[in-house]
Structures are given as C-alpha cells and as structure tokens.
C-alpha cells in the first residue's frame, strides 16, 4: 500500500496503541495533521507547546502509558525542551514529534528552522531525523520502545516537511533491533544473596524508595519485602504514594524539607536499601555528611546512578520490581536459614521505638487560628480530607509543593504528579489537565502557586473547551514564596524581586474569562465550602484563589550546602542547629 510519511506516521501511532495526544500545528508539521483528521487518536490543542509536553508528562505519570505531543518546527520545537528535560530528569515515557523544514533546506537557516536534534540530544534518550519516509514505521516503533523500556525517558522524531511529503510503502515491523540498547532487567544472585545478608544483619536500617519504584511498576513488591523485613521506609518526593503513608512502617518524604523522622532516620541508620533512587542533592544534603555509618544496598535499572553520589557496598543494576521479588526470596530464604540454625532474624524494636518517639516529639505542626490569617497548609489538609482517596494532586514548584508532599495522605501509587528533579514552574495545570485526560473517572486537583500559575494558566482555555474537568487550587501568598523563604533567612530579608500583588491578576475573573468556575476564599470558614462547590462541579474546569499568609514558610528546612544533621526546626521547636 503506497502512503504518505504524514500518512504512516498516524498510521504507526495507531499501531503503538495511541489513544491521544497533545499538540500544536504549524507550517513544517501541516502535512501530518491532514491524515489526523481521519485518525482515531484524539488531539488536544493546546495554546502553549511547553503545555503540550507537561500534558503528556501528566498523562504519562497517571496512567503508566507513554504521553505524546506534536508541535512544529523552529519556536514550536524549542517551546517544548522545557517539558523534554523535565521528562528526562524524572523518567517520564513521553514520545515528541516535530515537524522539521525540508530536507534540502537544514543548515540555510530557513524560515523556522532550527537545529532541533542538536538541541534535544542532551534532554532526550535518543532522536531521530527522519531523512525516508520508508524508514518512518520502523523509528516510530524504536522511538516508543526506547521511551519506555530501560529507564523511562522522552524521546523525539523530527520529521522535515517534505519527508511528511513523500510517497513510501507500507509496512509495520515485527520488532525492534537496536544492538546497542539492551537494558539489564534481572539482577544478579549473588547480588542480591549479598544484599540479604547485609540486611539480615542491620539494626536500624531504611528503605529509601525512589521515584524507580513507580517507574517498574513495583508497589506491591514493595510492600511484600517491607512487611517481610518490618524495615521502616522513606518515600523521596518522585516515591510518594509508592508506599502508603497510612502504613505503620511509612516514615514519608525525606530530603531538603522533609519531616525530622524520615531526614533523621537515613542520618542514623546503619544500612539504606536505596530502591529507584538516585542519591539526589536535595535528599542527601552535604555528600559527606549523608548517612556516615550506613552500609550502602544500592538498586537501579540505569547502570549509571551505582556510585554517581555514593559508593554502594551491594550495586544491582535490574528493573527494580523483578529486583525486589528476588530479594523477597533471598530474604525469605536467609531467615529460615537463621531459623535452622536455630537464630532469630536480629530484632529492631529498638530502632522502631527510636522512629516512634521522634515522629511523637517532632510532628509537622502549623497553627490555624479562626479568626486568623489563611494558613496554606490548612488549605492543603482541608482539600486532603474532602476529596476522594484516590484522587489525584499535581503541583507547580515551591512552597505549595513541599507542603502538598508533606501533608496528602499517599495511600495509592501514581496519585502524585509532579516536577521533581527540573523544578519547572509551571507544570501543574498543563500536567493536571494531562493525567485528568489519562484518567478521566479520577478526580484531579492542582494545588499551584500564584507565580506558577500565572506562567502555564492558558491551557485552562484547552481544558474548558476540550471539556476536562479539572480543579485548581491556588495558594496566593503573592510572592515568589520559596524565593522569598531563602531570602529572609539567608539574605537578610533583601527581598529582591519576588513581591508578585495579591490582586493582579484578579484570578476569579482571569478564571471565568477561561469558561471555568472562578472561587475566591479569604478566610479559614470559607475553605470548607469552596472545596465542596468545586467538587460539585464536573462539565468544567474551577479554580479556587485561596489567599493565604504569605509569611507562612516551609519547615523542616535543611539550608543548601549544609549536613542533614543542622536540619532547621518550624519556630514551634525554636531550634536551629545539630541534632
């Protein structure tokens, strides 16, 4: 069958098994869209490309699947990096394709060109330039397998215009034959026999998961190893929900703004079993400062992260949910072992009581007085508790993210959707708008910022025309909030910038000119109703303008640079320093 490259690029995103994507049209992409018409895929458009990518990041982060966008070339192509290493940071599968001038044309620095492979190369798993439109089934197969095998990651095809253009034969491969790229799924035995044994002798010893565990699909395996071992776990902010916090042994989030128990347990432990976890700065604090007297259990698919950061005594390179059914027998098997010889497992009931008594002596606290001002982290508990337990959270970057993390009870896995190694303001609607179109029975809510908000807000326009009806709550302090937190308590309250005015934009009426519902609450009686309104609402996008203190800050707080152990304490504690 002789078809268009336009034609079997559709053709072989149909056979990849896409049911939708998110895109923009232009010049040198045209051609592609004409046979979309005629498609059974579902195209958003977006108003923004960078919209587009954070859209099929939140569809990707929901639902498991690859998320794909297609945008034009030049600005069109360069709009979207933003959501491309956002991806690539976070492992998110995402499939961009961007059109391209023609062929004869790249390097005379045409009407829209621009090097777009050159520029992805260091955001992306691999890219393609597509130069035969023969060859376009066979990178389209290539380009989904690489994007979501292995470690996850985005991939881009850029097709020039006349390539789109140009006559081929139909055909769709039986598979994929890339030499180079041959991941490693299953971890060593005597690896993981390694690593059983370590764990057979720790005395305080923490799971740290990482946002890896998500990626593989891993959830219940981790739960089957964390109620075989009885180890406490801490969930890194990409981890959250992948254990969940209603569970005894959860210790939550650790890192730069963690809670003192999960931060002060990877500090005293004596053995950190790191699962999909990659030793991030913001969860180690200073390097050689970080869990000085722990022994290193180390599991990644990407052979890379083993020794990045930290040195691991047992590196496994595997796919960490294949890894950790191993290691639920290893376990299983060391301990009747010990039960042979007639030896208990060594008992950690003292570690146990240790994590209980800090939990009880340092819990996340704020004070919400009636008649006082509105505390953001009230917002947050009170949209926490009146929303179904599955629902659910994107969130921008900064204060309302590191609360929203703190203080959401995760108890379901792919419920959490946001920008964790990037920080990309902004993400949150598109990538809200993104996981409610992946999931369209779950309720959705964004708690964003207001500087956050104002830079991505226009894709409510997509969602209220393409009827997706997603929840937006803003947190409007009127500043740059986390910028604001540094400043006051490393540079002597020079707030330099970062004053945004709580009343411009006016978002009830920014919302509304958007076709959404538009809600303004002021104080802490309003909450509860607004919250219930908004869920009643289900033909239309809402957006709650919650105007909260803006000299409410995020503790506990680990400075940049500085050891896990000089963890700075909410003004309850009064405390700064070592602990």
């Not at 680990?558 to 602990?579: C, F, M, Q, W």
């Amino acid at each position: 069958m002789r078809i268009t490259g336009a034609q079997a690029l559709i053709k072989s995103l149909e056979h990849e098994a896409v049911e939708v994507m998110f895109g923009l049209p232009g010049g040198a992409i045209l051609p592609v869209y004409d046979p979309l018409i005629d498609s059974s895929i579902r195209h958003i458009l977006v108003r923004h490309e960078q919209g587009a990518g954070h859209m099929a990041e939140g569809y990707a982060h929901a639902t498991g699947r690859p998320g794909v966008a297609m945008v034009t070339s030049g600005p069109a192509a360069t709009n979207i990096v933003t959501p491309l290493c956002d991806a690539y940071m976070d492992s998110i599968p995402i499939v961009v394709i961007t059109g391209q001038v023609p062929y004869a044309s790249i390097g005379t620095d045409a009407f829209q060109e621009c090097d777009t492979v050159g520029i992805t190369m260091p955001v992306t798993k691999h890219n393609w330039l597509i130069t035969d439109a023969q060859d376009i089934p066979r990178i389209v197969r290539e380009a989904f397998h690489v994007a979501t095998t292995g470690r996850p990651g985005p991939v881009l095809v850029d097709i020039p215009k006349d390539i789109a253009n140009q006559q081929m034969d139909w055909y769709w491969p039986d598979g994929v034959d890339l030499p180079g790229y041959k991941p490693t799924m299953k971890g060593h035995a005597k690896q993981i026999k390694d690593a059983a044994r370590l764990m057979s002798e720790s005395r305080r010893p923490v799971i740290y998961a990482g946002g890896g565990i998500l990626k593989a699909r891993a959830a219940e395996a981790l739960r089957e190893l964390v109620e075989l071992t009885g180890f406490p776990v801490v969930t890194t902010l990409m981890a959250r929900g992948a254990f969940p916090d209603d569970h005894e042994l959860c210790l939550g989030m650790p890192g730069m703004h963690g809670n003192y128990t999960a931060v002060t347990s990877m500090q005293q432990a004596d053995l950190l079993i790191a699962l999909g976890s990659r030793f991030d700065d913001r969860v180690t604090g200073k390097v050689d400062g970080f869990a000085p007297e722990a022994k290193i259990i180390h599991v990644d698919i990407d052979p890379a992260e083993l020794g990045k950061v930290r040195q691991p005594d047992v590196p496994i390179v595997g796919d960490c949910r294949l890894v950790i059914e191993e290691m639920v027998k290893a376990v299983a098997a060391n301990k009747a072992k010990h039960a042979d010889d007639g030896a208990a497992w060594p008992s950690i009931d003292e570690w146990h009581t240790r994590l209980r008594e800090w939990q009880r002596d340092f819990p996340l606290v704020y004070d919400q007085q009636p008649d006082g001002p509105l505390k953001p982290q009230f917002c947050i508990d009170q949209l926490r508790d009146h929303t179904p337990d599955d629902t659910i959270v994107a969130s921008g970057v900064g204060q309302h993210q590191m609360w929203t993390s703190q203080r959401w009870k995760f108890n379901h896995p792919y419920t959490w959707v946001n920008s964790g190694g990037l920080g990309t303001m902004g993400f949150a609607v598109p990538a809200a708008i993104g996981a409610k179109v992946g999931m369209p029975d779950r309720m959705v809510w964004a708690i964003d910022g207001d500087g956050c908000f104002q830079m991505t807000a226009q894709e409510l326009v997509t969602a209220s025309s393409e009827r997706i009806p997603v929840k937006i709550a803003i947190l409007n302090n009127a500043y740059l909030g986390m910028v604001r937190q540094w400043q006051e308590l490393f540079y002597e309250e020079r707030y330099s910038e970062v004053y945004l005015s709580p009343d411009l934009p006016d978002y009830v009426m920014w919302a509304e000119a958007m076709g959404c519902v538009g809600i303004r609450v002021d104080s802490p009686e309003e909450v509860e109703p607004a919250i219930e309104k908004a869920n009643s609402v289900d033909d239309r996008p809402v957006v709650i303008d919650f105007r909260t203190d803006y000299r409410e800050k995020v503790y506990p707080m680990v400075p940049a640079g500085k050891s896990n152990d000089e963890i700075i304490l909410d003004p309850a504690h009064d405390t700064y320093g070592e602990r």
